[in-house]
């Protein structure tokens, strides 16, 4: 059984950057998307970025656009999110999350839903 493991959490100031990773181990074979996604209490998760194979072919919530980066790992299952010029707002619990089925659609949905695997979350705050 495989399973994806958070990294990188932690605070910062607005403005500030973080930088999250998720370490993938026990799958016989690479995901053809991986995410993240967010939460906070009393909202539902929401998709914040994904990326499709093994290239840059990404997706971006339009909160997010120009300031974070999803790339993954070409020597290994591993995947990042850069978070850049953050805001309060970003504050959340983010989760990494994987999918085993290929389909580009599926994968960009932001879907809760269309995602196989997921990490126990990290925490994400930032202050103002």
């Known amino acids: 059984q495989g399973h994806l493991v958070e990294s990188g959490g932690g605070s910062a100031q607005a403005g500030g950057s973080l930088r999250l990773s998720c370490t993938a181990s026990?799958?016989?074979?690479?995901?053809?998307?991986v995410a993240w996604f967010r939460q906070v209490p009393g909202k539902e998760r929401e998709g914040v970025a994904a990326?499709?194979?093994?290239?840059?072919?990404?997706y971006y919530v339009d909160s997010v656009k120009g300031r974070f980066t999803i790339s993954r790992s070409s020597t290994d299952d591993s995947f990042f999110l850069q978070l850049n010029s953050l805001k309060a707002e970003d504050t959340a619990v983010y989760y990494c999350?994987?999918?085993?089925?290929w389909g580009k659609g599926d994968c960009f949905s932001a879907s809760v839903g269309a995602f196989d695997n997921w990490g126990r979350g990290t925490q994400v705050t930032v202050s103002s």
């Open positions: 026990g799958y016989t074979y690479a995901s053809p998307c």
């Open positions: 999350a994987s999918r085993t089925s």
């Open positions: 990326i499709y194979g093994f290239g840059d072919d990404a």
